[in-house]
């Protein structure tokens, strides 16, 4: 069974940056693109960052040239660089293949707020 665990995640004043870790255990990572998601309250989960088997990279307009995904395979894990942070990117992000499979982590708070 896949199992996803994100952290990095935290309270960041705007302009301020974090980066973000997912560790998938259960299956062959290095074979599936994988994505970072995010779920701002009373909104739909969107894609905010897309890296495939390759490593080639596709992001969301409101985070191009903010956002960096990368990964790394012998860890089994992918990760989100966010600099240049803004109050509207506060949300909790999730990462999950893409397409994204039914089964979803906890996720990691980002909060970005003065």
């Known amino acids: 069974q896949v199992q996803l665990a994100e952290s990095g995640g935290g309270l960041v004043q705007p302009g301020g940056s974090l980066r973000l870790s997912c560790v998938v255990s259960g299956n062959i990572f290095s074979i599936y693109a994988m994505g970072w998601y995010r779920q701002a309250p009373g909104k739909q989960r969107e894609l905010v960052a897309r890296?495939?088997?390759?490593?080639?990279?596709i992001y969301a307009d409101s985070v191009k040239g903010r956002f960096t995904i990368s990964r790394d395979n012998a860890k089994n894990t992918v990760y989100l660089q966010m600099n240049s942070l803004k109050p509207e990117d506060t949300a909790v992000y999730y990462c999950?293949?893409?397409?994204?499979?039914?089964?979803w982590g906890q996720g990691t708070q980002v909060t970005v707020s003065s």
């Open positions: 890296i495939s088997s390759g490593g080639s990279t």
């Open positions: 999950n293949r893409n397409p994204p499979r039914p089964s």
